[in-house]
């Protein structure tokens, strides 16, 4: 049988509770699912006795079947339908929610003073425990940081103590040494070829990988504001550019002249720039360091045996002032027959503050042809 207790009033009445007695649902209604039970109905009073008849007397009249309703009761549970409330599940609210689903509101104030108390305890331990683990956390941050400005303290006093003993070298600090380790311009190597010494930052500080590389089928290529048509024959590679490591902005071209077993032979066109910060003052001074550079470079002359000067001189490059240099770069390579290249240099004055335009080519030793299409291509050149 169902526990008694208030449930949602089956009549549908919001935020109302009629008393169920475990058999029937009381007349008393509260808004209070925690009230006390009501106090039990007073007993009807008594029915009068029946009139006495005879048997002279016609009997009462009794109604059987028909249409005629049962008079009203709340002793009865409601029939599913009423209020669309069934009577309340077995095990009370303890257990599970009532019929309409979730639990009664909790009581007002004062309504339970047990519940009340119980959270009340609940919530001060739980205050209880989280300002313990508060304080523990600050109280070891207090110490730690005690010990760590001890030790920074120490430190400061150490070097202090340092900087300030005339006993102590000033003359090797960090800082200096930081600085002479940082410089990026100052030469790391120097070296001296056919008279004209070089440093490694002249040879090796340039950025050669080509802005704009050129197409396939490109009929002109463009470096360092200097612009060249393709001759027949040659193709642009920027595979080669890595080994100018002198110029900027550096878009070779390449004609196969030999492939050996190990290693090839090419003529080459290129167009670039060189930066007027790596050691360059002038474009006569910047020809020569360039030559030299060449000369002595393992990625271009693995078998280098001497550099013979052809002519050089001032010159003009689409109106502006320039400065040319042709050698013989010569070679001893056991498994190549070419001798060396016919290398020329040329270093353009473009008013630009920053660089000089920079153009190259090298065409092999002997090889006439080739020799007058380099000579042809100088008046080729323009100033972007």
């Not at 739980?126 to 070891?140: D, R």
């Not at 207090?142 to 920074?152: K, R, V």
């Amino acid at each position: 049988m169902t526990q008694a207790g208030w449930y949602p009033d089956p009549a549908g009445q919001p935020q109302t509770y009629r008393y169920w007695d475990g058999t029937s649902w009381s007349q008393d209604t509260t808004g209070d699912p925690y009230a006390p039970p009501p106090a039990p109905a007073a007993p009807p009073p008594a029915a009068p006795p029946p009139p006495a008849w005879s048997s002279s007397q016609e009997p009462p009249t009794v109604v059987t079947g028909g249409n005629a309703p049962p008079p009203p009761s709340y002793g009865q549970v409601p029939a599913p339908g009423y209020g669309a409330v069934t009577p309340p599940p077995a095990g009370g609210y303890g257990r599970q929610p009532p019929p309409g689903g979730g639990f009664p509101p909790a009581p007002p104030s004062g309504g339970s003073r047990g519940s009340g108390l119980t959270i009340l305890l609940v919530v001060v331990a739980v205050l209880a425990l989280i300002g313990l683990s508060v304080g523990g956390f600050f109280g070891y941050r207090a110490l730690a940081g005690d010990d760590d400005n001890d030790s920074d303290a120490g430190d400061a006093t150490s070097a202090t103590d340092t900087a300030t003993d005339p006993s102590t070298p000033t003359e090797s600090t960090d800082s200096t040494d930081s600085t002479d380790s940082t410089d990026s311009t100052e030469p790391t190597e120097t070296t001296t070829t056919g008279g004209t010494t070089v440093t490694d930052q002249q040879c090796r500080g340039g950025r050669p990988t080509p802005s704009v590389p050129p197409g396939d089928d490109a009929e002109q290529v463009s470096g360092g504001a200097l612009t060249i048509p393709v001759p027949p024959g040659y193709t642009a590679d920027t595979t080669y550019s890595t080994a100018f490591t002198w110029a900027d902005d550096f878009t070779p071209l390449q004609k196969v002249i030999e492939e050996g077993e190990n290693q090839g032979w090419v003529a080459v066109y290129g167009v670039g720039a060189l930066r007027k910060a790596n050691g360059f003052d002038d474009p006569a001074q910047a020809a020569e360091v360039v030559m030299t550079c060449m000369a002595q470079s393992t990625d271009l002359y693995s078998h280098f045996t001497g550099r013979e000067d052809l002519s050089s001189g001032t010159i003009t490059i689409d109106g502006n002032d320039a400065y040319q240099i042709t050698s013989e770069l010569r070679v001893d390579d056991p498994e190549l027959a070419v001798e060396g290249d016919v290398a020329q240099v040329i270093v353009v004055d473009m008013g630009d503050p920053d660089r000089f335009g920079l153009y190259i080519t090298v065409v092999p030793i002997g090889d006439q042809k080739l020799i007058r299409q380099q000579e042809a291509m100088v008046g080729r050149i323009t100033v972007d």
